[in-house]
């Protein structure tokens, strides 16, 4: 047993154990979110957790803590935009627990998830929160039992006190100003799952009160120390910790000194051979407080994976190919076999990445199976092409120290449509190698999924670039987004983020030929990537750069032409590796086409936009006796215009009120609304009497062979008399508000649509107003609910009409519309005409 003593330095420190913090790192913060994934993973029986913190610009949610699962498999995960469909995020925004029993939930619900991400999980994701401030979400992953019922209930409860305990701890760190910013520089906790039964070989034991360090002999040869020339410092074996496990292990080991129970927290080291070894920690605190002979230990072991040296020496006897992997991906163990198999010395293959080692298993489709034996729990068996010609099984059992598994030349013919990646049965199963940490494969598809579903909702060009400032911006971690339009051969700004007004100001009406690196991306039609502000220089001396350090510019190229660019700005260095520039230039392709279709619609939407301006009356007349306003309000989805209209038209000693409804929302509605209202204006200055206005417009109508069918409501009112004749063209019924409030429908008798029959009947009705009445002619669009039937909404609308209708003329025409206008899901366009009649 070889003893030393810890220096003062290192005693002092005992809350950074190793080596310095991290960048961002807050102690507390790390211990809090140390205690509440392992809580988490353990109540739930999960085989893996997370913790996604709030960014400091609450556009993303980042993550911060992992366990089970290690933040290089998580890949484009690792940032998930706060308004991304995906249930980490949904539960986030609800504040609800999002509970997904199996894959066909999962399926149901997010569907863009289970096509980025097609394996058989379970997943839970509570937010986590104190009060009204919501500081992220906590996720468990599991695999389906044959119930497929997922978390009970009490384990659901479980989960949210685990969020819950995490909340009211970060709110304490935030009212002492220790919780600080997480950001993508702060690299995430990483956090092994308790290990399983093995052997425990080689110990050492730190007395945290003293400082004294003491360690076995077979824990010294283990590691390539002789034992008599071992200094008795900590940080001699604290410097083979995997830079990796290092913020997890502080995090644990103050946690199992403070909390006093056994943690059984694993972190990775490298033996004297380099071969990554797995150390299990306990903590243990004094039962005794500041009693010496009970003090404060952290005490570890080194652990021997397999079922000891003569299972070891069984597995070399064998033909196959053995190894194990560490929850990393990085090889543990391999036989000599899979030395001749894969061929490639032991020594360059032991403590890597098999893909950094044999670039022929980077195939994407093996990253595949790899991640769907991590993320299911469930083994996996496939094919692999060893060049340049030669088929391989490979099979993956995981576990929860990562995993197994066996690789074996393929001994039967290859049956038709086999390739690599094919899963085969169980007599060879999966096995994918883990990805290089910088490939986010499955988050990077669902980037293309959601902003590919966010554009295709999106119909004018401002509404495709709030669908990408919205995606590109959380989802690459920039803080400055511009998209430009080309127009006669020079750029103008569509839109920008984050930007100065005064900056972009110098760039508007560029020429496409000029020296920018915009528009050499633009001629050239490939993005481009500038990592660093001394690389822009250099290409473009004298270029106006701002306070961002790294850009990438896009082309926007569609149908074989431009029609814009994409400018990505970073305010700290980023680097761009293949696989983002690859994802980048996808997602530039799908911003061109949206904003290719968004400008002809604009286009169309201009010119039926002035159509219908022209066609609208610009002021309504002053009448004597009369008080008439009108209002039009277009719908909230499609072109922002449609075919209502109304109408004033003095006839003599009599006024005309027309409110119409052409069916559709386009430039062929607007132009039929202008032809009626121009042939019923017509009818009407000519002095025939209603009934005749619609019958005519309506042969008219016909006569040009009418693809789409009105609506109407005339009124002919004589403000001498207060006599107001009426005739419907199956329009919605007036209202009548009296002077004592009373109001009352007027379901006078009316005739057909405009455009269904040929020669129609249109009755008249007749009544007289009192003075001080209001009459109300309106649309449908003013009534229409989901879920609600037409006649309901009558009925609404004349509660309103009574309530309101003691206010100005003007602020009942506001009032009336308010509710309508509140509703983002409104289709139909209104049109509404008030009319007092005050003699």
Known sequence: MIEGNVSADGVASSSYPFGAARVGESPERDDALVSAIV???????AHAGSVFLLSGDHHSLLLAAACGTPPSLLGGWRRIPVNSRVPVAEAYRSGRMVHLTDAEETMRRFPQLSVAVPYPFGSASVPVRAGRRTFGTMAVLWTP???????????RRQLRSAADRLGTALAGLSARRLLGEWDERTAPLVVPLPSAPVIRVGLFDWNLDTGSFTADDELCVIFGIPPREFDGRAATLAARIEPADLPGFRSAARAAVEEGHVLAHCVSLRDGGGRLRTVELWGRVPEIPHDPRT???LVGAVLDSGSGMAAVAALEQLTDGFFALSPDGRVTYANHSLESLLRVRLDELLGQRPWDVLPWLADPVYEDRYRAAV?????VSFLVRRPPDEWLVFSLHPGGQGMTGWAAPVRQPLPDGAGPGTFVAEEGPPVSFSPPPTAPRLGS???????????????????????????????????????????????HLLAQRGYSKRFLAGYEGTPLHARLPVTDALTSGAPL???????????????LVGHSNSWAFLPLIASNRPVGACMLAFDDVHRFPDEERGLLTALGGLIAQALERAKLYDAEYALARGLQNALLPHRLPTLPGLRVTGRYVPGTSGMDIGGDWYDVIPVGDEVALIVGDVEGHNVAAAAAMGQLRSAMRAFVTAGHRPGDVLASTNRLHMDLDPALLASCCYALLHPRSGVVRIVRAGHCPPLLRLPDGRTEILDVPGGPLIGVEAMPDYPESELRLAPGSILALYTDGLIERRGSDIGSGIRRLRTSLARMGGDRLEDLADGLLQDACRSHERMDDIALLLTEYAP
């Open 295 to 297: 003090a404060s230990h």
């Open 529 to 543: 990537f500038v990592e660093t502000r001394e690389e822009l220089l250099e290409t473009y001396p004298g270029i």
């Open 375 to 379: 993320v299911s729990q469930q083994p």
């Open 145 to 155: 039992g044959p119930d497929r019922t997922g978390l009970s209930r009490a384990q």
């Open 39 to 45: 809580g988490a993973v353990e109540v739930t029986g």
């Open 445 to 491: 598809l669902y980037r293309v999924l959601q902003l590919g579903s966010a554009l295709t909702e999106a119909v004018t060009a401002h509404e495709v670039f709030d669908a990408v400032a919205d995606q590109l911006l959380p989802a690459f971690g920039g803080q400055k987004l511009a998209i430009t339009v080309v127009e006669e051969r020079r750029l």
